[in-house]
């Protein structure tokens, strides 16, 4: 399995602007310029793509963790902060942030803590930034 996205930037470090799309087209051309990274821009970047992505794996593996542990979950909505500090050597992602709120029917607390810090482990997004701290925030709702 082998998924693409694609960029393209045009002009200088702060003047120029970019296109970034997936291979699949959910994202085509969606626009991004250091300001949008750096400052406040109100168009995409590559660290919000990071925390969208890590969002969504996270949420499917701890369904599946869950599912596999024989819990039908209602609901699982993850929300991921990606942290960017400048440093000495240059930007860095220092922190990714999970927070996440599920509905699953019949869990007690600590058997859902344990199923979701194996999602937060075993999703491959996770593993691909292992170098990042990623701290977890996990609740059961109502």
């Known amino acids: 399995m082998q998924r693409k996205g694609s960029a393209v930037w045009k ?55 869950l599912s596999k542990a024989g819990f039908s979950p209602k609901r699982i909505a993850t929300s991921a902060k990606v942290q960017l500090l400048k440093q000495e050597a240059g930007f860095a992602i220092t922190l990714i942030e999970l927070e996440n709120e599920s509905e699953v029917p019949g ?14 482990t075993g999703c491959p997004v996770s593993k691909a930034l292992a170098a990042v701290e990623i701290k977890l925030t996990a609740k059961l709702a109502g």
């Open 11 to 65: 002009g200088g470090l702060k003047d120029g602007n970019g296109q970034v799309s997936t291979g699949s087209g959910g994202l085509n051309a969606a626009p991004y310029t250091f300001a949008s990274r750096f400052e406040s821009g109100g168009k995409t970047d590559p660290e919000e793509l990071i925390a969208a992505a890590h969002a969504a794996c996270f949420s499917m593996a701890l369904s599946g963790q």
């Open 107 to 120: 869990i007690d607390d600590a058997k859902f803590q344990e199923l979701a810090g194996n999602a937060k």
